[in-house]
Every structure is written in C-alpha cells, then in structure tokens.
C-alpha cells in the first residue's frame, strides 16, 4: 500500500508503474481518497513518480522508500526509467472529481514527454527557487492580469467577502451606450431646446457664433486632454475625479471633484426645470396651481419635487433602466433635431404663414385678442380692438392709454421670412450671452464601462463633434429663417405660447415640445445617475472623513447613500425654481472641472514622468494650456461673481482635506512637479557658503533611542521647532547600535517612531536613521554627508550627555567629543543643550523671564540670532533678551557698553545690554581641590579600562614620577623577599606579589600628587565665570554660553568634560554654541 498525503490539490504529471506480470496490466491499481483528502494507492511492488511545479517525489512500496528528485539531479530521468523497466506505466491525470484516474494509453508516450520538459524546465528554474518563493512566476503573473478588474475592492466587495456572499455581477456597457449617449443627452438638453433661439436673438449670428465656436472649442481641448489622462492606464469608478486625483493629488482631485460632482447634482435640478417649463408652458398650461404668472415659481417648485422623487425612484431600481429609456429619449431628441432641419428645408420652398404682432419693436402676447391693430372697420364704422382695451382704460378713443401704446404703431410681419429672405443681414449682431456643455456624463460612470481606456475617448470626442455641428448649424439656420424679435421671445409668448423652435420644426411644433421634453428627461436621468457614482467613489478614497458613509451602497453597487444625498442637494437648485439663475451655478463648477482636466494634461506632459504613456497620441501640452485659459475665460465672461464663490469654494475643500491630511500618495503630478521643481532648485543651488544674508541654521539633530526604539528626548524636538523662524533645513538623526542586516527592522521601526515624535513636536523636517556597528563612524559619516548638493546643514544639535561621569558613560563622552571635534573640522556650529527635558514643550508660553546670553568669545553672531529666531516662537515670545560680555582689567566698560548697544542696534536686535567686569584674584583652596579631584578621577577613570598589564605599567610610572626615592627604597625590600621564601614561592608569585605592592603604592600617590598648573588656572576661570553667570542668570529661561573647543590632545578629555560640567553648573537650561567660524548676521540689508 502507498500512502501519498495531499491536502491541497497536485498540480503536475502523475506515473503510477506496477509490475507487468501481476494481473493489473490492463487496468490501473485501485484509488481511494478518504475525508482528509490523503489517497491510498492499493497494490504491490508499484512505484509512483509525481511530477509537481516544484518538486518531484519517488514512492517504491517495494522498498518503502519515499525519494525527493532534485531537478539538478542528472540521473532523474534515468532512474524514472529503471523504475519503469518491467513495470507498465499509467499516466494519471486528476480527475474533476479531485480522484487520480488512469489515462487512455495513446497519451502515455505524450504524458512521458510532457513529464521530461517539466523535469527540464523545473532545472532551469531551480536557480530562481529563491526569487519565486517572493515573485510570481510570469505565467502567474500574465493570468492575474488577465483576470483583472478596474474596480478595486470597496465597501460591497468587502461584505460580500465577509458574508460569503456571492457577487452579483452588471452588466458592463460599451462605447455607444456607456459614453456616446450619455454625453450626447447631457449636451443636447435644455439650452438648445429652450434657450439657443434666444441667445442668438440677444447676441446675433456672429455674437452666437462665437460663443459657441468658443464653448465647443473649450469642450474638445479638454475631452483631448481627457482622453490622454484616461488611456494612460485602468480608469476605475469615479471618472473625471479619479483622473484629477490621480493626476493632481488628492487634495485638488478632492476639491475639483466635489464641486463637479455639485454642478452634476445641479445639472439636475436644471433639466428637472426644463421638464416643468415645458410641461406648464406649452403642453398643460392648465395644471397650474398657482394661476398668478407671480406665482410660476411655486408651481415649478411643487411639480420639480415630485418630478425628482420619480426620477430618483428610477435610478434606484438600476442604471441598466436609465441606460433602456436613454435609448427612448435620444430616439426622441433625434427626431426632434431632424425635424428641425426638414423645416428649414420647407422654408426654402413654402415659408409657413406665422405672423406676429409687434408694437413698436415689441412682439406682443399673442393670447387675447385675434386683430394685429388699434382701431377696426365694422360696418363702417371705426371700433376699438380687444388690443385696444389691453392698454387702455376703456374702449372709447378718447380714454387714457398707456404711454408707449400710444406713441407707436402696431405692425404685423411674419415669424419665419425664410431661409432666403435676407434676414440674416439683420440678425448678424446684438446682444451678447453664454452657453455651456457638459461632456463628462460618459466618464463619469467609468467604472459602469467594459474598456473605458477605449470608450472615454472615441464616444467623448465623437459627442462633442456631433453635438457641435448641430448647435453651430442651429445657429447660423436660427438667425436665417427667423425674426430676430421672435427669437428674443424667449417663451414663445408672440407665437401661442409654442417654443420659437417649434414653429421652424417640421410637420408640426409638438415633435419639438415633445422631444425637447423626453431630452431633459433624458439628461436629468443621467446627471442623477453619474452624480452618486461620483461621490462614491469620493467617499471610498477616504480623503473626505465625513464623506465615508455615502461610499456604502446596495448589494449590486448602486450607490444609495450617495443617491439620497445627492436628491437633497438637487431639491436645492429646484427651490430656485429658475433655469436662468441654476444655469450658471452648474457652469462654473462644470468649467472648473474642465480647467482643471487641461491643467493635469499639461502638467503630466510637461514633466514626462516614465509613467506617462497615454495609448491616445493626439495630444500636446499646448493645446491643454489653451483649453485651460478658454475655460477660466468662460468662468468670468458667464459671471465674475459666481466664479469667485466657486474658486473660494474649492479653496475651502482644498485646505480642509490638506488640514486632514490626505496621506494619499497616488504619484501624482504636483508631486511630481515638486520634484522637478526641487532637483531643478538643488542643481541651481551653489555649494559654496551662502552669503551671510542669506545665512539661516540649518540643522542636524542628533536623537538618540530608548531600548524600545522610541525618541529619549522630545524635547530635543520641541527646541528644533522652536528654532522654526530661521526657515531652515531640518534633518533629524538617529543611529542604532549592529548590522543593517540584523536590525533592519528595527530600524523601520525606529525611523517610524521618529517620524512620529516629530508630527506630534511639530518639526518640519527629514528624518532618517542609521545602523552601524561603530557609532563614531556613524556620527562622522552623518556630519559629513548628510544632506545634498548645495542643501546640507551648517549647524548640528545634540543633548548634553549627563550620563559622562559613570564609568559606563565612557563611550557617550568619547562619542560626545569626537563629535563637536569633527563639526569643527566641517565648519559647522555645534549646538549642546544641557537639562534638555526641563526645556518648554511647544505648548508652554513662557510669561515672562530672561533669555541670557553670555557672549565672552566672537564666532559669527550666532549666539546672538539665535535668541531672535527663539522669540519668533510663542514659547518664548514673551520673554527679555539680554546680552552679558566680560570686561579685563584694562577695559573700558562704559565705553563697551556703547559699542555693543550700537552694534545691537545696526543688527535690528532688541536687547538690553550689561557688561561685567571680572577681576584677577588669587586661585582659591576651592579652586586648587576642585582640580585635583578632577585629575584624580579622571585617573581612576582611565585605569579602570586599562587592561592588566597597562594598569601594571600605569601604576609603576605613577610611582616613580612622584615618589623616586620611597620607589627604590621599596624596591630593596622586594628584592629581599625570595632570599626568605627560595624555597617555597615560585618567580611568577613572586613577580604578581611585587607589581600588586606597586599598584597599591601607586594608588597611595594618586591621593598625594600634585595638579597640573594648567588645569587649574583652566579651571580658575571656568570657576569665575561660572559664579558670575550663576549670580546674574540663575533665574533665567534659557542661558546661551560660548562653547570652547574640545584640546587639540586627547589625553585632557575627560578634564574637558569637567571644565564644561563647572561651566554650567548652577544653571537650570543651558544652550551650549559653538560657531562654524563665519559670520552669520550683518548689519547691511
């Protein structure tokens, strides 16, 4: 029996070999899977060879030998064929039914062949095992490409995961309906049934003309940008906002994208309107309910809510419905346009009789009276006319009548002359309008489309190019068949209350009411079905918090929330009750969208990223940038004030998803553009020394970690950012102790953790942290090479290690000198803060108090700027700034006093100013003992890591140099010990017994000796001064001293520390400087 376990599925070629001679030749062994999937291959002496993807096993129930084949094993194919030799062999293949079954024999020679390629090309890829354990092999890789959908995982796919529920798949759309229709609804809807008769009555052929040419040109700029933008890789859910925002970044794609998604809500409301107006206007004058014309507002408002319940209802039930009644309504618009044209071709032939009667230059309201005239023959005699009583106070001709009535005639001319009959010379110029489109209706349900890469483009364009032939056409046919005063009807009151266009239409003016009609219904329907789309996928990027819960939806993907949200926002625009005042709130948003479509093109093209490989070619920067400036035009000729609310409504957006922090990183192109614009800034930048104007800090931080990887001292990062006015680089350090191969991860994690220390201190900056197994190293490969090009620091900031005195504290001094050795070499200043988690955090205000500076030494004016760049900061804002200089015996104090005012004054510092007079005393019993104890501990110190023999060594020269003659002395008297002892003591205890009598002896002198005079006269002024500032600055906030340099002989290190420990003792925060050796502030501007 052979046992082969396999929970998973094996995928490979299967052999199973018997003997040939026992009966089971013609069939193969029997195969039984259990319940835990483990198979059980019944027979004797067979052998079974599983050729896997990754490894090939070798089974011999006759040994019991279970073999792995390695793929570089040279004999594997001779050893599956001498298992094979007197043995029949069955290839197996698995079954649907996951139970191995025996293959016809005709495919046993192919499974064989099969087997050798797979042992072949498992030995080629035995070299990449490694990579593909991490990468996928490119078959893998090719398949999951193939099976990739543009929608990424939102909120449905997340609970259909999570409730096991299977995904309820849409039908996807094509170019025709998913793009071409749509946009063709949304642009032949209310303005050129409704309202392009009188724009080109208001602004004339040639004004009309223009302004269309204009808004058709602007239209296609951007659908060609658009189109670049949306072949440029997968265009999921979200359209329009998805290409800003991956385009531009999340805060603009976030602040454009709303307010499109406002103008789409908008649009809405204003087709919703349209659908009134003609309903109440031209086909049920009479369903009223308010009769008053007052009152047409109210009637718009009630019928325009119930409208947009039903067609909200509509949307609901599934787009799949709005895309079949598109279908209908389009069909409609169709007729209705050739009916258009078929009635401009009849005006050629028979102009229809339509007369309209004018006062003066007025068309009148063709409704309650039947006779274009004042007075009428009736029986020969000369009666007033029902227009008569209209105007006047009574029938009789000597009443008093209105006075423009009575100054002008009344004439009778006919509404449509004909498309040969001159007018158009007169309609040529008048007044001026403007019109807008909308030509994301198709790409704003990308997400709904099967290729949208292919569809945005080819249905967008062909839109646009369709759609303006019909309304530039409409235009010129418009101004050349009818009277101008009839075209600035703009109700069609003069003509029966029938729309101006219809009159033109042929055979009768209802297909134009009627198609006008279904084409609003059309657009409303598809702006109420983008719109929510849109703030989904708004909502499901997660830039706007509040935004979330309209990223939930139905089960099948329709956007509910999204959808109730987007009906409250469109009730808005049907309360106004107006198309003229809804019409440019939608066209400001819409242009904006469109400008901003123009600017990312050209913004993408311009830098040339890698990434930047659209399929659609027809393209060019220059053509972004013209649509752009054709669109921000459009925006203030429309209305400059509506414009402005909308730049400012976006602004608001912009800065509260940049407030939020859209932590977004889509590679767009502003960040782009800030890289091209920095590397062009860094190459620009010299890396010679700045002038000294414009000289600023630029500062390294040195932090160091705690055991759990966290910053030791925050409030190293709280001075950081109060330092923040001098507008500088800021690079915050760290080093870790190992190998990078070791600790890498901890030093992810420390970076981390120093990424956010600096968020919550508020330091705007760089960060960045090193493993070495040396930490000098470390330290001097950070001073020297952080940074880049011409943008390095000048100055390096770092906590006064306290921990120095310890003998464990060793290396932290060491590490400490080196350090401040090292900027000086680097001419950079050094920046030592003492106490540094006593120092205000960033959300303390210093009241009052003193920020004191002792200026002793001249290093370029940096202990100066410095306390200017800390009152900057609201720390520190409130407190006095005073300068303290020493005075010798043969100075001028007074006259000091006036030359350091002066010098203040010329440097705009505002400072009071104090000199101090230090006078020459003898060296104090404190003084002398202070320094013998320093020298004595830093003895102790250093022999405490000498190693036995240099100890040994240390301590005989210590003898001798203070004690010569109790040395040789004593040296007598350990020569005489062996004669005692010959013969019991050995030389080595002989040699141990006498060096630890001269180590104790050494350690005696260490308590005798004498302190090297010029320690103590270092430490004498170190003494002094330190008595001077405690006595004037132990009170203050902050005391800055000059940092004296480190001795050029290593071996005063540790009095160094000493005498920087005695420096400052007494004083509460104290902010060691030590400058690069330039000056840094001037008195010139």
């Known amino acids: 029996m052979l046992l082969c376990r396999s929970k998973q599925p094996m995928m490979g070629v299967f052999f199973l070999c018997i003997p040939s001679g026992d009966g089971q030749s013609e069939s193969s062994p029997f195969l039984t899977p259990d319940s835990d999937g483990e198979h059980y291959y019944e027979g004797k002496n067979m052998a079974l060879i599983i050729l896997t993807e990754y490894t090939e096993y070798l089974f011999n129930t006759e040994t019991g030998h279970v073999a792995l084949l390695s793929p570089h094993d040279a004999g594997v194919l001779e050893s599956i064929t001498s298992i094979s030799r007197g043995r029949k062999c069955f290839g197996l293949s698995r079954a649907s ?122 239209t296609l700029l951007t659908a060609i940008s658009m189109s670049a933008i949306a072949t440029n890789g997968v265009v999921p859910a979200g359209g329009s906002y998805y290409m800003i925002s991956r385009s531009l970044g999340p805060e603009f794609g976030g602040a454009v994208g709303l307010c499109f998604y406002l103008g789409t809500t908008f649009a809405g409301s204003l087709y919703i309107l349209g659908i009134i107006e003609i309903l109440l206007t031209y086909i049920i004058p009479t369903a009223t309910l308010f009769e008053e014309d007052a009152a047409m507002l109210n009637n718009m408002r009630v019928y325009g809510t119930c409208c947009l319940v039903l067609m909200a209802l509509v949307v609901f039930v599934g787009v799949k419905y709005v895309n079949k009644l598109a279908l209908v309504f389009l069909a409609c618009v169709i007729l209705s346009i050739m009916a258009t044209y078929a009635g401009v071709i009849k005006t050629i032939i028979e102009p229809p009789e339509f007369n309209v009667c004018l006062l003066g230059n007025r068309s009148l309201k063709n409704e309650k009276f039947d006779t274009c005239a004042k007075t009428e023959v009736v029986k020969n005699l000369t009666v007033t006319t029902e227009l008569w009583s209209l105007f006047c106070d009574s029938k009789y001709s000597n009443t008093t009548c209105d006075e423009y009535f009575t100054l002008n005639n009344l004439t009778e001319i006919q509404a449509i002359p004909g498309l040969l009959s001159g007018v158009i010379k007169g309609a040529l110029h008048d007044h001026l309008g403007i019109i807008d489109h909308s030509i994301m209706a198709g790409s704003n349900r990308s997400g709904d489309l099967k290729d949208a890469q ?282 870790l102790d190992g190998t990078y191969m070791t600790r890498a991860n901890d030093a992810k994690t420390a970076l981390q953790n120093l990424k956010t220390a600096m968020a919550v201190e508020k330091t705007k900056g760089f960060s960045h942290v090193v493993v070495s197994s040396n930490l000098r190293n470390a330290f001097s490969l950070l001073i020297q090479s952080a940074g880049l090009g011409g943008m390095k620091h000048n100055a390096v900031l770092m906590a006064w290690p306290a921990d120095w005195k310890l003998a464990l504290g060793s290396l932290a001094r060491r590490n400490f000198i080196e350090t401040v050795r090292e900027t000086t070499s680097a001419n950079q200043a ?10 205000p955090s960033n959300q303390e205000r210093l009241k009052d108090g003193n920020i004191d500076v002792w200026w002793i030494v001249h290093d370029g004016g940096l202990l100066m700027l410095l306390p200017f760049l800390l009152k900057q900061h609201k720390v520190w804002k409130k407190c006095t700034m005073r300068i303290f200089t020493v005075a010798q015996m043969d100075d001028n104090s007074i006259q000091m006093k006036k030359d350091l005012q002066m010098f203040l004054y010329q440097l705009r510092l505002d400072a009071e100013v104090e000199v101090v007079e230090m006078h020459d005393s003898d060296i104090s019993a404190f003084t002398y003992e202070k320094t013998l104890m320093m020298e004595q501990r830093s003895q102790m110190l250093k022999q405490m890591h000498l190693s036995r023999t240099e100890r040994e060594r240390e301590a005989q020269l210590i003898h001798d140099r203070n004690t010569a003659s109790h040395s040789a002395a004593n040296d007598k008297a350990a020569g005489a010990t062996p ?50 500032v405690v006595k004037k600055s132990k009170n203050s906030e902050l005391v800055l001293l000059n940092m004296p340099g480190p001795p050029k002989n290593k071996k005063g290190d540790e009095n160094y520390m000493e005498f920087l420990e005695v420096l400052m003792e007494g004083l509460d925060r104290v902010l060691l400087v030590r400058g690069g050796g330039r000056e840094v502030v001037t008195i010139y501007s």
Request: hydrophobic share 45%.
């Open 830 to 839: 050094m920046l030592v803060a003492k106490n540094i988690d006593r120092f």
């Open 454 to 735: 292919k569809s945005i483009p080819i249905g967008t364009i062909m839109a646009i190019l369709t759609t303006s032939f019909i309304y530039i056409s409409f235009v010129v046919l418009f101004g050349a068949c009818i009277e101008g005063v009839v075209l600035r009807d703009k109700f069609g009151y003069s003509v029966k209350k029938i729309p101006v266009i219809g009159i033109l239409a042929w055979p009768s003016p209802w297909v134009i009411v009627i198609g006008s009609f279904f084409s609003c219904c059309g657009a409303g329907l598809q702006s109420l079905t983008g719109a929510p789309r849109l703030l989904q996928a708004i909502a499901r990027d997660g830039i706007i918090p509040f935004l979330q819960v309209f990223g939930h939806g139905k089960a099948n993907g329709e956007p509910t929330w999204a959808l109730l949200l987007t009906v409250g926002i469109c009730e808005i625009g049907i309360l106004i009750a107006s198309v003229d005042n809804v019409a440019p709130i939608l066209s400001m948003f819409f242009l904006m969208c469109y400008l901003f479509v123009n600017l990312a093109c050209a913004v993408q093209t311009l830098l040339g990223t890698p990434n930047w490989r659209p399929r659609f070619k027809f393209y060019h920067w220059s053509l972004s940038f013209l649509g752009m400036s054709l669109c921000l035009s459009l925006m203030f000729i429309c209305s400059w004030y509506y414009a402005l609310v909308a730049i400012v409504i976006a602004g608001c957006i912009y800065k509260y998803i940049e407030y939020k922090g859209a932590v977004k990183e889509w590679g767009d192109g502003i960040r782009g553009l800030s890289l091209n614009a920095a590397r062009y800034a860094l190459i620009r930048l010299e890396e010679a020394p700045p002038h000294t104007k414009n000289w600023r800090p630029q500062l390294m931080v040195l932090c160091k970690m705690n055991s759990d990887l966290l910053v030791k001292h925050p409030r190293l990062l709280s001075l950081t950012t109060q330092l923040k006015a001098g507008k500088g680089l800021t690079i915050v350090c760290s080093v």
């Open 979 to 1028: 004669d005692r002892v010959h013969m019991t003591w050995t030389k080595d205890k002989l040699i141990n017994e006498r060096n630890k009598q001269r180590e104790g002896m050494a350690v005696k002198d260490m308590f005798n000796m004498k302190p090297n005079q010029s320690n103590v006269r270092r430490m004498h002024t170190a003494v002094k001064l330190n008595e001077v």
């Open 97 to 218: 039914s996951g139970i191995f079954e025996r293959s016809s024999s005709s495919n046993i020679r192919q499974d064989n062949k099969k087997a050798k390629q797979k042992l072949l090309f498992s030995s080629i890829c035995a070299s990449l095992q490694e990579e593909m354990d991490s990468n996928p092999m490119v078959s893998s890789f090719l398949n999951k490409l193939a099976n990739y959908t543009n929608l990424t995982q939102g909120v449905r796919e997340h609970e259909e995961a999570e409730d096991g529920v299977r995904r309820m798949t849409v039908p996807l759309m094509g170019t025709f309906i998913g793009v071409y229709l749509p946009c063709m609804q949304n642009i032949l809807g209310v303005i050129l049934f409704l309202r392009l008769t009188w724009i080109v009555g208001t602004a004339g052929i040639l004004g009309s003309f223009a302004i269309v040419s204009m808004c058709c040109i602007c």
